[in-house]
C-alpha cells in the first residue's frame, strides 16, 4: 500500500496535568484519539521498548510518568491493510492530494470492527482513494483521523497523506477544529432551570450557551456504553450547547447547535441524557421518554416514535489545512430523516 512510509514513525506525547499512576493510562489519555492507538497497542508498544522520555526506554506499562514529561512513541510501519475496497457510493464534500471531507450517511460504520467487518466507510474510501490513504491509523483505520457513530450522519475528514494525518491529529488534540452538530432533544435546556443550574456539570455562558463539563469513561457494567465520572476518572470532555428552537406546548423538544471542545465517543449523546435532555431515538441513551400528546400532532408524535436512530447531525466541519495552511469550513445540511423529523415538530 503506497503512502505508508518504510521507516518507522514517530509521534512525541507530553504528559498533562494529573497524570494516572501507570504510563500505559497515561498515553491513552493524552495521545491524540486521530492517531487511532487504543490501549492495547499503546501497550504492545511499551513492551516492545518504543516508548522513551528522553533516552530512557519506559519498558514497563506500569512506569510512572509526571505532568510535562515528553514521550517519544515509535510506532512502526503501518501494517498492510487486510481489507476488500468496495465500491459504495460517498458524498464528497471536498477533496485533494492530502485530505477527504465526506458527508457520512446514517448506518455507516466508519471503520471495521468485530461485527462490521466491510461496508464501512475505510472500505468505501479504499475504493474511491486507491492506494493514498495514510497508514498511521494502522490496520483497519487508514487515514482515520476521527470519527462519528454509525447512526449519526455528517461530515468527516480523512487523512491521504502521513503528513495531513499527523496535522489534523495535532489539531484535533489542541481542540482547535471547528464541530457543530443539529441534536434534537427532549425537553428544553433553559438557563432559568433552577435545576440545571443545581448541576455540578453544568454552567451557562453568555448568549444563553450551555456548557457542559464532565469526564467520561466506560460504563462499569455495560462496555458499550460511555457513562459520567468523577473529575480525573476517566476522559476530560466539554460540550456547548444552544438553543436554536423549540416546539411543543409547553417546549418538549428543543432543536440544539452543539459544538466539541473535546472529541470523547458518545460524548454528546451521553453528556445531555446525563442532564435530563436526551437525544430523540438514541436507543442507549434516550430512555423511554415520549413526547406529549397535548404538546404534538398525530402526526409529530408517529413521527418521533418511528425514527430509528438518534437525531444528531454533524453539520459544519472547520479546520486549518495542514499542507496548505488554508483555513476550510464546510456544511452539511441536515439529511433527509432528520429534516422530516424537525418538520413534522413543527420546524
Known sequence: MSGIPEASEEITVEVQPDPPPRLDRALARDVPEGLGLSRSRLVKLIEAGDVRRGAEVL???????????????????????????EAIPLDVIFEDADLIVVNKPAGMVVHPAPGSPAGTLVNALMHHCGDSLSGIGGEKRPGIVHRIDKDT??????????????????????HSVERIYDALVHGVPEASDPRLRGLPMVRFEPGGVLCLRASLARHRTDRQRQAVVAEGQGRHAVTRARVEARFGDPAGVAHLACWLETGRTHQIRVHLAHIGHGLLGDPVYGGRKRLSAKAFSPQALAAAEAFPRQ????????????VTGAALSFAAPMPADMAALWAALGG
Do not use: I
Not at 494525518?165 to 484535533?172: I, K, R, Y
Not at 437525531?311 to 495542514?322: E, K, N, Q
Open 311 to 322: 437525531a444528531l447531525h454533524a453539520r459544519t466541519l472547520g479546520f486549518v489545512h495542514p
Open 59 to 85: 519498558a514497563s506499562p506500569k512506569a510512572r510518568v509526571a505532568a510535562g514529561d515528553v514521550l517519544t512513541l515509535r510506532l512502526g510501519a503501518p501494517a498492510e491493510v487486510p481489507l476488500v475496497a
Open 153 to 174: 450522519s455528517g461530515l468527516l475528514v480523512v487523512a491521504k497523506s502521513d503528513h495531513a494525518h499527523q496535522g489534523l491529529a495535532a489539531q484535533f488534540a489542541a
